[in-house]
């Protein structure tokens, strides 16, 4: 156990006296960008079967790569303006969030029905149920990991109030809890058990166990989630958290919402926050939607296994069944994990020069 000095290690003052994780598509690029998926848009096809070539995202792309490269290997989290929103339905919109995912890594699945882009929102889900997810509810949620290496989240529409996003460094938290109290530093290091949510595939157990913190080759890996914890409780087999877990718990959430390390920000139409899962934390506050469907708080989301991705420890197997580096890894399987759903890994891993796991 040690302090980790790297840029994802980061205060709010950091955040605001260095702007290189802040991205913005100009004028001519968005107006490109939209021509573009106009073209390629057909309402007919499945979006498995756009290939990443299809698309012009002209000098955009290197504005959207340079974010995408700080995210993964800086900051942990970038921020692009501008994309296109006006002047795309709700379905462009989504075409041309995937079309960023296609040129970026693998795609991933995000719940039981194994869906590789979720709409983030809010459909009455409870949260806090065996099987609450978050994205499809209005709720406030704990802050947490996404199931891959990279999050992206587009924004069609706001809510009408709320839905402020929340993000905390991982890293930054560890150092304080360490500096704080090592004796709790120390149990972070050890198992805890998260529940799946009741989104288990066949081969899997409805829970997998992970320290918070692990290092390794002089990379620190994080990873958090409440309410899984707290749900896991409820499974069998799941050891029943000690006294000394719970404080870490809650030491650690102090640590996170603590005004000097916690950034929040109103994601607007049109922008794209890109956050690494394992150094970055996130959550989001609770919302009121407006009455009008059109209008109502939607993002786009896609979880990515970028093809430059380095080794995780052999503990986050059961997390994201693969940890080798470049590997096609994390993602919820779920229960729809098809031949269309393989095909599209197998064919998409070989474009990005990446190994997929046999199994
Ligand atoms: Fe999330």
């Not at 980061?10 to 968005?30: G, M, P, Q």
């Not at 905390?168 to 120390?186: C, I, M, Q, W």
């Not at 972070?188 to 009741?198: D, M």
């Not at 506050?285 to 469907?293: A, F, I, L, P, Q």
Request: hydrophobic content about 35%; overall charge negative; charged content about 25%.
């Amino acid at each position: 156990m040690n302090l980790f000095n790297s840029p994802s290690a980061w205060e709010i003052e950091d955040l605001k006296s260095d702007n290189n994780w802040c991205f913005e598509v100009a004028d001519t690029d968005r107006k490109q960008l939209t021509n573009s998926i106009k073209t390629v848009f057909d309402k007919d096809r499945d979006l498995f079967d756009y290939s990443p070539d299809e698309f012009d995202f002209g000098s955009s792309w290197k504005i959207i790569e340079s974010a995408i490269k700080e995210a993964h290997h800086g900051k942990g989290l970038s921020i692009v303006k501008g994309l296109p929103r006006e002047d795309l339905n709700h379905k462009e919109f989504r075409l041309l969030s995937w079309a960023i995912g296609l040129r970026t890594g693998v795609a991933r699945p995000q719940g039981l029905a194994s869906q590789y882009i979720s709409a983030v929102r809010d459909i009455g889900t409870d949260y806090r149920a065996a099987n609450g997810r978050g994205y499809s509810s209005n709720a406030e949620l704990d802050f947490h990991v996404d199931v891959a290496d990279l999050t992206i989240l587009t924004c069609y529409n706001q809510a009408k109030s709320g839905g402020q996003s929340l993000i905390s460094s991982g890293v930054t938290a560890h150092n304080y809890l360490f500096k704080e109290r090592p004796d709790l530093a120390e149990a972070a290091y050890q198992f805890f058990y998260f529940s799946r949510q009741e989104e288990q595939a066949a081969d899997e157990k409805p829970f997998y166990s992970l320290p918070l913190f692990e290092e390794m080759n002089g990379n620190l890996f994080c990873n958090w989630n409440r309410n899984r914890v707290q749900s896991a409780q409820n499974l069998k087999g799941v050891p029943k958290l000690s006294k000394l877990q719970q404080e870490t718990m809650d030491a650690l959430d102090e640590i996170l919402i603590r005004p000097e390390l916690m950034y929040t920000m109103y994601l607007e139409p049109g922008d794209m926050q890109i956050i690494n899962n394992y150094r970055i934390f996130h959550s989001r506050t609770g919302y009121v939607d407006y009455e009008n469907d059109l209008q109502k708080r939607c993002l786009y989301r896609l979880w990515l296994a970028p093809p430059d991705s380095i080794e995780l420890p052999e503990s986050w197997r059961d997390f994201y069944r693969s940890v080798g580096s470049a590997m096609v890894r994390g993602g919820i399987i779920g229960q729809s994990y098809d031949k269309s759903c393989k095909d599209f890994d197998k064919t998409h891993s070989k474009f990005l020069n990446m190994k997929i796991d046999a199994s």
